[in-house]
């Protein structure tokens, strides 16, 4: 049974930062594809970054790139996510996600993820 657990979330003001977790269970984070994504309220899911664990190649939506950092601690199993300089327009429900299947030299799809966590609230004000 695959389990994925984000924290971290919580409430920071504009230009602060916080670094979610994903601890993943039933699943090897080492050598796959991992992704934050966010969803504010009547908004579109959005890619925010995604890692390929096995060479750590990385990925980051324009609206993040040089704020954020996903990286991997394979020991721990687990995925984070480092947001700096953060904004208001930030505010979101993050998921981590994981996908299986191997996606040679493109990234996967987001709804070629196949576990997802429970998601994790951050406010920006």
């Known amino acids: 049974h695959v389990q994925l657990v984000e924290s971290g979330g919580g409430s920071v003001q504009a230009g602060g930062s916080l670094r979610l977790s994903c601890a993943a269970s039933g699943y090897i984070v080492s050598t796959t594809y991992m992704g934050w994504f966010r969803q504010a309220p009547g908004k579109e899911r959005e890619g925010v970054a995604r890692i390929y664990t096995g060479s750590g190649n990385t990925y980051y939506a324009d609206s993040v790139k040089g704020r954020f950092t996903i990286s991997q601690d394979n020991p721990k199993n687990t995925v984070y996510l480092q947001m700096n300089s953060l904004k208001p327009e930030d505010t979101a429900t993050y998921y981590c996600?994981?996908?299986?299947?191997?996606?040679?030299?493109?990234?996967?799809?987001?709804?070629?993820?196949?576990?997802w966590g429970q998601g994790t609230q951050v406010t920006v004000s």
């Open positions: 996600a994981a996908a299986a299947a191997w996606y040679g030299g493109r990234w996967p799809r987001p709804d070629e993820y196949n576990y």
